[in-house]
């Protein structure tokens, strides 16, 4: 009888040994599943290119997830201050809805239906922007790392207004939760990016 005890109690603690083994495992993998690099980027941007691939027309707020801050009110107020960070998030969640939107008309305007994309990533080099940041841009309390990129959205046809196979754009991504996350488009961050040649002022 005492057998029996000890051989439930011991499978009992081997089940709950396996359980935690995977959650562990599980957490371990989703935390490292993309690379702090170029190729990481890339792999991000492939759901939204899949969708598209398919057919799938927008909202891409499934696809575009991993391109988004997880909590941008908690992200934005490490950074900026606590009055500032409502703002910073309604820009926030605009920008990235623009982004999408803009992806897809450029990608159905510019090129045939059915047209595949692809997506090639490389880091931008450092350089002048060539135009000082917006004026009133809120200023962040602490330095935020920002990593701009190339991002070359190439497609398997020609344009139709005979501009080529590809488009290329530059990010600029900051790393959170062991992902990019897409903050604007250009020289600068979207919270410091100019909203009109008028305010641009050369350097």
């Known amino acids: 009888m005492r057998l029996g005890y000890l051989v439930v109690a011991g499978l009992m603690l081997l089940t709950v040994s396996l359980r935690f083994t995977t959650v562990s495992t599980s957490a371990v993998s989703f935390a490292s599943h993309y690379s702090h690099d170029a190729k990481g980027l ?3 941007y492939q759901p939204f290119l899949d969708a598209f691939n398919k057919g799938q027309a927008p909202p891409f707020d499934k696809e575009f997830s991993t391109l988004t801050i997880p ?3 908690l992200w934005f107020g490490e950074y900026f201050e606590t ?3 409502q703002a910073l998030v309604d820009d926030y969640k605009a920008e990235v809805a623009a982004e999408q939107k803009s992806r897809f008309t450029i990608m159905t305007k510019l090129w045939p239906s059915g047209t595949h994309f692809k997506v090639h990533c490389k880091p931008h080099p450092p350089s002048p922007a060539g135009f000082q940041p917006r004026q009133n841009a809120y ?3 602490k330095a935020v790392s920002i990593e701009q990129f190339n991002v070359e959205f190439e497609a398997n046809k020609p344009s139709m207004n005979g501009g080529g ?3 290329s754009i530059l990010v600029n991504a900051v790393w959170v939760d062991g992902a990019y996350r897409f ?3 250009g020289a600068y961050p979207f919270w ?3 909203d009109t040649p008028a305010q641009r002022r050369p350097k």
């Open 42 to 44: 890339e792999a991000e």
């Open 71 to 73: 909590d941008p009110t």
């Open 83 to 85: 009055e500032q960070v």
């Open 139 to 141: 200023q962040p309390k």
């Open 165 to 167: 196979r590809s488009m």
């Open 183 to 185: 903050v604007g488009k």
């Open 192 to 194: 410091s990016m100019p």
